[in-house]
T-cell receptor, first 114, second 115 residues
Framework: AQTVTQSQPEMSVQEAETVTLSCTYDTSENNYYLFWYKQPPSRQMILVIR??????QNATENRFSVNFQKAAKSFSLKISDSQLGDTAMYFC???????????FGKGITLSVRP | EAEVAQSPRYKITEKSQAVAFWCDPI?????LYWYRQILGQGPELLVQ????????DSQLPKDRFSAERLKGVDSTLKIQPAELGDSAMYLC?????????????FGPGTRLTVL
């Protein structure tokens, strides 16, 4: 079975600064997807960024980028130029190729200070 | 922009009572998921439907939980009887089917409190 570990329960960052959220996972599979989801207070969860394990290039979406280290089974999210609207819970998640079940980590609460 | 709808948004009930949650997926999404998110945890899949058929219900406590998607569109998740440990956020998600990857879109959730 796959497991996803987010060991930092919460983080805080000053507006306009950069923050990195950590995630490790465990799997015996070779082909899979990794995700970061954002869950703002009282709002629905949305997908921030996706990484395919077979791609060596790290995914980037505007201010969001990942550092995917397949051998180390590490998948961190970097948020540049943090904005107040980035305040939310962030979940790291795993999905096997061909299976649509998501396995989530416990999440991290990110607070952006004005 | 199409969204997943859920109702009610909040539900307070006493233990041993029956509760039901409703989900309407994005139109055209054949796959529907119910997740349970306990406070301070990540969501955990309870049941997955492909059209009206259950694909995965391995984590569904079948002695008290049931889920149906009779016409392959909207879905209902029921708990009977509710227990204190059922207090959680119940999330519904939907996705298209086919291909190697389909993004899951989440609804706003139903927050259940069992007293």
């Amino acid at each position: 079975a796959q497991t996803v570990t987010q060991s930092q329960p919460e983080m805080s960052v000053q507006e306009a600064e950069t923050v990195t959220l950590s995630c490790t996972y465990d799997t015996s599979e070779n082909n899979y997807y990794l995700f970061w989801y954002k869950q703002p207070p009282s709002r629905q969860m949305i997908l921030v960024i996706r990484q395919e394990a077979y791609k060596q290039q790290n995914a980037t979406e505007n201010r969001f980028s990942v550092n995917f280290q397949k051998a180390a089974k590490s998948f961190s999210l970097k948020i540049s130029d943090s904005q107040l609207g980035d305040t939310a819970m962030y979940f790291c998640a795993f999905m096997n190729l061909g299976v649509s079940k998501l396995t989530f980590g416990k999440g991290i609460t990110l607070s952006v200070r004005p | 922009e199409a969204e997943v709808a859920q109702s009610p948004r909040y539900k307070i009930t006493e233990k041993s009572q029956a509760v039901a949650f409703w989900c309407d997926p994005i139109s055209g999404h054949a796959t529907l998921y119910w997740y349970r998110q306990i406070l301070g945890q990540g969501p955990e899949l309870l049941v997955q439907f492909q059209d009206e058929s259950v694909v995965d219900d391995s984590q569904l406590p079948k002695d008290r939980f049931s889920a149906e998607r009779l016409k392959g569109v909207d879905s209902t998740l029921k708990i009977q009887p509710a227990e204190l440990g059922d207090s959680a956020m119940y999330l519904c998600a939907s996705s298209r089917t086919g291909g190697s990857y389909n993004e899951q879109f989440f609804g706003p959730g139903t927050r259940l409190t069992v007293l």
